[in-house]
């Protein structure tokens, strides 16, 4: 039976891995509800064991991580996330919540359309957009100003002559049905793979380098909140602000309502479930505020979200079809994972002809069948899933299903250790499927992001026999491309330059690529920060491996036993022939040890560093990291939003209180700062 700290990490891990592919990569691979459910596991089992909880942990986290495409900007105000409901109950819930807060139920309330897109940041000074940019991780965002601009529903300077000096507006970029349905029918025209849903193609349009190819999109924005005002009017309700920002300029979504009272807004939600699909555009739930600005900023905010808000969500959409048959894949790392070809079904907004079935486990819990009937969801209008069968419509010529013993790609066993959930191809890199799907990760956005080298480029590749593992991209001759349909001089010439540029990568991003178990963005840069290069962790013993901070016994011997292959040795003897950085230049710090033997909490927004900036900063000085207040703290940083409850527990415990001007001497003068 798994252990509370194995499972912990267990989810972690997957909930990080199933952010990166939904919010960087626009590629899900899970349901919103399958993701949710593994949220919700992980924070009952750290509510549990409060002594697990780390500051890394995606419970402590508000928004989604930052990709490297484009470059950072601070957020002039944190942006935070919005708890769920999904009944009359759990709005219920909410109302009492807040009545036991004000003595009272909430004057009065706003219900707003939840629109399906990208949520974006929107920064005027003197009238004129300035910056626009991703919500990011709530405190940090991406630069997407210039793709921003071609959006015509976005003012560039905004109506009337008196503005606020500083006026910050959030909303949500989404994508029509119409220029959906459009952008489709030109990618079948080109024979471009097509976008699952208008969400995933809103995100990867605003995320194009190209501006002209985001404006070419079509797409639109509704305004949903006022963020910062400097020199700006003062306003009672959120009402009032929504009526601002239209005299302003800003399209305010005109299913917006102000209602008296919860039974008013649970119709509400009823009737915009009834009505979702005549509207021209994809919407998942119901926004609901409390819309006095006097009880929002009584109400305040936990950690993750305001008390004063919460997001009613659609329950998932169902449809009913036939299962043709169990098919499996192999990925990267073996893992066979099978999933249903069905009968095509139009669900969620989509046609769907295949669905997950997640691992063999849930295949025989579920009692799924061949040739059953079966429930499809898209939950969320993501991933499908099958749900289970009608068992009531079996006939008795259904066939249950095992895993093959052997993989269809490659013909070796596969099999299934006993503490796995996973059964895995034992073919290793002699496994075509498994080849494909390590070089596609291997040159993803998430490893050495080289630009058009994606699936189509990679099983060309494979097939004409100019690459065999990741060391060949970097020495096989491009040229060879030419003539190949769709490969000019152009796009030879692109590929090349975005090859030679991968070749500087970090270290941090080449351990990430190369896929080794456990080893994700986070942990790589804490070995290559600690190792320098590849040569010296992969001669590094399991004990020395396991000594860096955050790096257990499990990642330890997942990285020797990673590196005491004579395959993956060679591999990098190869990737260092080809040019590629295996050695980063570590700077030596005089100041290295200015908090050696000290322990920090950093609580909300300090100026001038984004949280993991902050974290490194004291690491790198010699002093521990945290996510939560001790006795063993030396000092609580805090910067604007603080956690209320870090900072009642560190006065509690008489643990010192740093502000940003605090931290910034501590960093300078070490721990004698604190006497």
């Known amino acids: 039976m798994s252990t509370p700290d194995k499972r912990i990490e267990e989810l972690r891990t997957s909930i990080r891995e199933?952010?990166?592919?939904?919010?960087?990569?626009?590629?899900?691979?899970?349901?919103?509800?399958?993701?949710?459910?593994?949220?919700?596991?992980?924070?009952?089992?750290?509510?549990?064991?409060?002594?697990?909880?780390?500051?890394?942990?995606?419970?402590?986290r508000v928004g989604t991580?930052?990709?490297?495409?484009?470059?950072?900007?601070?957020?002039?105000?944190?942006?935070?996330?919005?708890?769920?409901?999904?009944?009359?109950?759990?709005?219920?819930?909410?109302?009492?919540?807040?009545?036991?807060?004000?003595?009272?139920?909430?004057?009065?309330?706003?219900?707003?359309?939840?629109?399906?897109?990208?949520?974006?940041?929107?920064?005027?000074?003197?009238?004129?957009l300035d910056t626009g940019a991703t919500r990011g991780d709530g405190m940090t965002g991406e630069d997407i100003t210039a793709n921003l601009r071609t959006i015509q529903s976005i003012p560039l300077r905004?109506?009337?002559?008196?503005?606020?000096?500083?006026?910050?507006?959030?909303?949500?970029?989404?994508?029509?049905?119409?220029?959906?349905?459009?952008?489709?029918?030109?990618?079948?025209?080109?024979?471009?793979?097509?976008?699952?849903?208008?969400?995933?193609?809103?995100?990867?349009?605003?995320?194009?380098?190209?501006?002209?190819?985001?404006?070419?999109?079509?797409?639109?924005?509704?305004?949903?909140?006022?963020?910062?005002?400097?020199?700006?009017?003062?306003?009672?309700?959120?009402?009032?602000?929504?009526?601002?920002?239209?005299?302003l300029g800003f399209r305010i979504n005109p299913a917006s309502r102000s209602m008296g009272t919860i039974d008013e807004v649970f119709r509400y939600t009823e009737a915009a479930e009834r009505g979702r699909h005549d509207m021209p555009y994809q919407t998942d739930g119901v926004v609901i505020k409390a819309n006095s600005l006097a009880d929002q900023a009584d109400l305040g905010f936990t950690a993750k979200a305001p008390r004063w808000a919460i997001a009613y969500k659609f329950p998932p959409e169902e449809q009913v079809t036939i299962l043709k048959d169990i098919w499996i894949n192999i990925g990267r790392t073996g893992a066979a994972t099978p999933f249903a070809v069905l009968e095509p079904v139009f669900v969620g907004g989509a046609?769907?002809?295949?669905?997950t079935l997640h691992n063999q486990d849930q295949v025989a819990l579920k009692d799924v069948r061949i040739g059953d009937r079966v429930i499809v969801r898209r939950a969320g209008d993501v991933i499908p899933e099958v749900v289970g069968p009608v068992v009531s419509a079996r006939t008795g010529r259904e066939k249950r299903w095992t895993m093959p013993e052997n993989c269809p790609f490659c013909g070796n066993p596969i099999v299934r250790l006993e503490d796995e959930a996973v059964a895995r191809c034992t073919g290793g890199f002699e496994c075509p499927s498994r080849v494909r799907e390590w070089l596609f990760h291997f040159a993803g956005r998430g490893g050495m992001d080289i630009e058009h080298m994606g699936y189509k480029t990679v099983d060309l590749l494979l097939e004409e026999g100019l690459i065999s593992d990741p060391a060949d991209i970097f020495s096989f001759d491009v040229e060879r491309l030419l003539g190949y349909e769709g490969w000019g001089e152009i796009s030879v010439n692109n590929l090349e330059k975005a090859i030679d540029a991968a070749k500087e990568r970090p270290v941090a991003r080449l351990l990430t690529a190369l896929g080794i178990r456990h080893v994700g963005g986070t942990v790589s840069r804490k070995l290559a920060s600690v190792f320098g290069g590849l040569a010296a962790l992969m001669d590094a013993t399991e004990e020395e491996i396991a000594e860096t901070e955050g790096i257990g016994p499990v990642i330890a011997a997942e990285v020797r036993a990673w590196s005491t292959d004579p395959v993956n040795r060679n591999l990098v003897s190869k990737l260092g022939a080809a040019g590629v950085r295996l050695v980063d230049e570590v700077e030596d710090h005089a100041d290295s040890g200015l908090l050696a033997g000290g322990v920090f909490v950093v609580s909300g927004s300090v100026k001038g560093f984004t949280r993991e900036e902050a974290k490194m900063a004291i690491e790198d000085r010699g002093g521990k990291a945290t996510g939560s207040v001790s006795s063993r703290t030396t000092a609580l940083?805090?910067?604007?939003?603080?956690?209320?409850?870090?900072?009642?527990?560190?006065?509690?415990?008489?643990?010192?209180?740093?502000?940003?001007?605090?931290?910034?001497?501590?960093?300078?003068?070490?721990?004698?700062?604190?006497?």
């Open 65 to 128: 991580p930052i990709g490297d495409l484009f470059r950072s900007v601070q957020h002039l105000a944190p942006l935070f996330s919005l708890d769920n409901a999904e009944s009359r109950e759990d709005l219920d819930g909410w109302e009492q919540r807040m009545e036991r807060q004000l003595g009272r139920p909430p004057s009065s309330y706003v219900c707003e359309l939840k629109i399906d897109g990208l949520a974006v940041v929107l920064v005027y000074r003197d009238g004129v």
């Open 158 to 247: 905004l109506r009337g002559d008196d503005h606020p000096s500083v006026l910050e507006v959030r909303g949500e970029v989404y994508m029509p049905y119409e220029a959906f349905d459009e952008l489709n029918r030109q990618q079948a025209a080109e024979e471009k793979p097509l976008f699952a849903n208008a969400r995933n193609a809103a995100a990867g349009s605003v995320r194009q380098k190209d501006p002209g190819m985001t404006a070419r999109r079509n797409l639109a924005v509704w305004v949903y909140q006022l963020g910062l005002v400097e020199d700006g009017p003062e306003f009672d309700s959120h009402w009032e602000t929504l009526d601002y920002m239209q005299s």
């Open 18 to 60: 199933h952010a990166h592919r939904y919010y960087i990569l626009d590629a899900p691979s899970i349901s919103d509800a399958e993701y949710d459910a593994l949220v919700s596991e992980l924070q009952d089992l750290e509510e549990s064991h409060p002594d697990l909880v780390t500051p890394d942990s995606p419970t402590q």
């Open 637 to 675: 940083v805090v910067g604007d939003s603080p956690g209320a409850s870090k900072k009642r527990r560190a006065e509690e415990l008489g643990v010192p209180i740093i502000d940003d001007a605090g931290f910034r001497e501590l960093l300078e003068k070490g721990l004698s700062a604190l006497t």
């Open 351 to 355: 046609n769907v002809a295949m669905a």
